[in-house]
């Protein structure tokens, strides 16, 4: 080309501006970055689907492993933060694990954050069908519409009809906006404080299932029977707070970058916590944890705790907490579709994937491979778990659990290796690059492995099991094992990444 | 003369291309290439990494605007811009803004199964709100050359003298005849009178917005007055005949904001049947450039 077609020298000094971050500066206030921290939390969403496999496993100790649940969270999260600053990436936990401990554990890092998102995804789309149902049939006051979920074929039709429609909403490149936004949190909130009020006055009256009172030492994780159980409780109430972690890495977004981000942090924990707590307390105080029934502890209601108790606690307002479910989960179940399908395509870019995972849509401009492959991985998980589980909704989310421990631990211990030459150069980075994340990094992989041990029992969390061994730990460690198989291949198919050629390690 | 080119990295950009050179060359403009991203809400992903996604996304951008710039032929001025927006229907406006452009350039969407056009969602954003003329180019249009002829598709209505002078401009300015063309359809009245009295009305028209001296009687010996009849206005467009280097000319629905585009149904239906490109101007849009023109002889499609 001739030297008429150079770029301007305008262009070349935006390009700079641009790249540096894309997001308009200072535009999210506290409420603004609160909102966005409770949204990715989605508590309605999640209460219902880790409510009950945890009751399972910790009983009334539920707060107790709620709280504690938060300690390798908050953790990790300093971690994380950490290299959001170094090295803000869009393959994250892939970027950062390769750039600390070379391409192979790097790739498993980014691995397990696609497969624990893949896996969210279909659990996200079976929620959101349940619910679907269960307000169809609140609607038309015809309890056998509610039945149709329990239909295998129809209940897999609609949730790959559901993630189809997510992916191509997120494929179009379509936003939640602001508004709706607010909208959904602030609706989600006042209905699970709607149920916990109501719960807490069936108690008083007398008229609750079980009705249970709330004694201090629900409030003891030590009191938790065995560490099997604690160590599933607390991998559980990892996904809880999953998301959390959003607020601490919002930046130049935020009006005051100095200081709204960990304000918001500490609000949106807050507000989750208190939520949490009352919905928690009031769902063991109305129902027990006895396994008849209506009690927590029962298995058939452990998969979706509100799709069975929100009818008898809040009466004909019930079909507001599968509104709010329902919105819930749907507006996360496109909004998390961005995640592995921006991670995919990080690594397509790295060449620790084939390159058409690296590919941008043109016309919309969102990663249109990544996101198409991350839709049908959730489809071929969920009809998989679907088919092979007693309760499908319950096993996902325990080996959801796992595979978030799996790769924030890596995640911490990356950050803690990255940093290492800086470890003791001063208070702050010793205990926010070293002390912080090693503890967190190292909480964590202890859950993975206690786990996946405990997991191997055939009667380990809906006591579905394949030739004898619990299905939860065919799905984690099939899971882990299909990533190590696809990155032997890869480094067949495009060796450069795995010799170090791409992602250079160290600082 | 600076003209701005909405690209994409697919057949629509390219049909953009195509156009955008072809009018340059007439005219000597310079263009303007814009690749428009996304703006990322921070409202909008839940776990998702943003800022290294940005990052992708702006090389990505980079990447096409090299492949854009390489389409350019040399003798065309090009330069390549990524900008950021809430939607790619406002970028391209505030691009055009930023650059006083004089021309918007784009391309209708690929994917109608038997019409030459169909609009896109950015296209059918920028036909109802630009405030510059939008030139929209047919799917699979490559012709590169210069111009051979202007039509202009002229009304009854308020606003036809402005669209006849930006067309009258535009044919002097690059030295090719002007075609008036009038569509009637059978609503009109089929008889030979109503075609006669079109056509005295669009000559007598062609006559008063021809200007004086040499350029005016240099056009008139060109200008050409024709009607076209009908069932349907898309059976009047298939009844003329187009030159592969023509395009159409025509204005925007009398529900125009002025000096915007508001794209009428008539307009809609021409642009279905019709094989050339279209260009739409905005209501008012000769008056806001006569009197720039004014100021600044070289600059704009004005008469000079």
């Known amino acids: ?507 | 003369m600076r003209y701005v080119v909405g690209y994409s990295a697919n057949a629509r950009g390219h049909d953009a291309v195509n156009l955008a050179v072809s009018l340059a060359r007439g005219r000597g403009a310079a263009l303007d290439l814009m690749v428009a991203i996304p703006e990322v809400s921070p409202f909008s992903a839940a776990h998702a990494p943003k800022a290294g996604f940005e990052t992708l996304l702006h090389e990505q951008a980079r990447a096409w605007l090299d492949e854009a710039l390489a389409l350019v032929p040399a003798d065309v001025p090009a330069e390549g811009h990524v900008r950021r927006g809430g939607s790619d229907a406002q970028t391209l406006m505030d691009a055009c803004a930023e650059f006083q452009a004089d021309m918007l350039i784009i391309g209708a969407t690929s994917n109608g199964l038997f019409k030459r056009f169909t609009i896109g969602s950015v296209a059918g954003a920028l036909l109802h709100a630009a405030t510059v003329p939008v030139a929209l180019a047919p799917h699979g249009y490559h012709r590169r050359e210069a111009l051979t002829r202007i039509s202009c598709g002229l009304g009854t209505r308020p606003g036809a003298d402005e669209l006849l002078d930006y067309a009258v401009s535009m044919a002097s300015n690059r030295d090719v005849p002007l075609r008036v063309v009038s569509l009637l359809t059978l609503d009109d009245g089929g008889s030979p009178d109503v075609a006669e009295a079109a056509r005295s009305h669009a000559g007598n028209r062609v006559s008063a917005a021809l200007p004086g001296g040499d350029a005016g009687v240099h056009v008139a010996a060109k200008a050409d007055v024709v009607v076209a009849q009908g069932r349907s206005i898309e059976e009047a467009v298939d009844r003329l005949d187009w030159e592969d280097g023509e395009v159409l000319v025509i204005g925007s629905s009398r529900l125009a904001r002025s000096r915007a585009i508001f794209l009428g149904s008539t307009a809609n239906r021409i642009l279905r049947a019709l094989p050339v490109p279209m260009i739409v101007v905005p209501s008012d849009y000769e008056l806001k450039h006569q009197t720039h023109s004014m100021s600044n002889e070289t600059s704009g499609e004005a008469p000079s």
């Open chain 1, 1 to 507: 080309m001739t030297t008429e077609h150079a770029t301007s020298a305008a262009s070349q000094t935006d390009h700079k501006g641009i790249s540096a971050k894309g997001l308009k500066a200072g535009t999210v206030g506290l409420i603004g970055a609160v909102v966005i921290g409770v949204s990715c939390i989605a508590p309605a969403y999640t209460l219902t689907a880790a409510l009950g496999p945890t009751v399972s496993e910790v009983g009334v100790h539920l707060p107790a492993i709620f709280l504690v649940g938060f300690i390798p969270m908050l953790l990790v999260a300093f971690g994380y933060r950490e290299l959001n600053n170094a090295m803000p990436d869009a393959g994250t936990s892939f970027t950062w694990a390769s750039r600390a401990f070379g391409p192979w554990i790097g790739w498993m890092g980014g691995w397990g954050l696609i497969a624990a998102t893949i896996i969210v995804l279909s659990n996200l789309a079976a929620v959101a069908v349940d619910f679907f149902y269960l307000m169809l049939a609140q609607l038309f006051s015809n309890p056998e519409l509610g039945e149709l979920s329990k239909n295998l074929p129809l209940n897999i039709a609609t949730t790959l009809v559901f993630i189809a429609l997510a992916c191509w909403i997120s494929y179009r490149g379509m936003e939640t906006t602001k508004g709706v936004q607010y909208v959904l949190v602030a609706f989600q909130l006042l209905v699970l404080g709607w149920f916990a009020v109501a719960a807490f006055s069936h108690v008083a009256n007398g008229s609750a299932f079980d009705a249970t009172a709330i004694s201090p030492d629900w409030f003891n994780p030590f009191a938790v029977d065995s560490f099997s159980s604690f160590a599933a409780g607390v991998s559980l109430s990892i996904f809880i707070y999953w998301g959390w972690d959003v607020t601490l890495t919002m930046n130049e977004e935020t009006r005051n970058p100095e200081k709204t981000p960990g304000r918001a942090a500490t609000v949106t924990v807050l507000v989750i916590v208190i939520i949490y707590m009352t919905v928690a307390l009031s769902t063991l105080a109305f129902a027990g944890t006895g396994d008849t029934g209506l009690g927590a502890g029962n298995p058939d209601n452990q998969g979706s705790i509100f799709a069975v108790l929100a009818g008898p606690v809040m009466g004909p307002f019930a079909i507001l907490m599968s509104l709010a479910i329902l919105s819930s989960s749907a507006a996360s179940l496109q909004s998390t579709f961005v995640s592995p399908a921006r991670t995919l395509l990080s690594m397509g870019h790295y060449k620790a994937l084939p390159a058409k995972f690296g590919r941008i849509s043109p016309t919309y401009k969102s990663p249109s491979y990544a996101t198409i492959a991350a839709a049908i991985a959730a489809a071929a998980f969920y009809v998989i778990t679907r088919t092979t589980s007693e309760n499908a909704l319950w096993d996902t989310i325990t080996a959801l659990g796992m595979m978030i421990c799996f790769y924030y631990g890596i995640t911490a211990l990356a950050c803690v290796w990255f940093f290492r030459a800086q470890a003791f150069s001063g208070a702050h980075a010793f205990f926010f690059k070293f002390l912080a994340p090693l503890l967190g990094g190292v909480i964590l992989l202890v859950m993975f492995f206690k786990t996946a041990y405990d997991s191997m029992d055939p009667a380990y969390g809906s006591g579905s099991s394949v030739a004898g061994v619990g299905l939860v730990f065919i799905l984690g460690m099939g899971v882990i094992l299909l990533g190590v198989v696809l990155m032997l291949v890869m480094a067949k198919l495009r060796p450069e990444f795995f010799k170090g050629q791409v992602l250079a390690r160290g600082i």
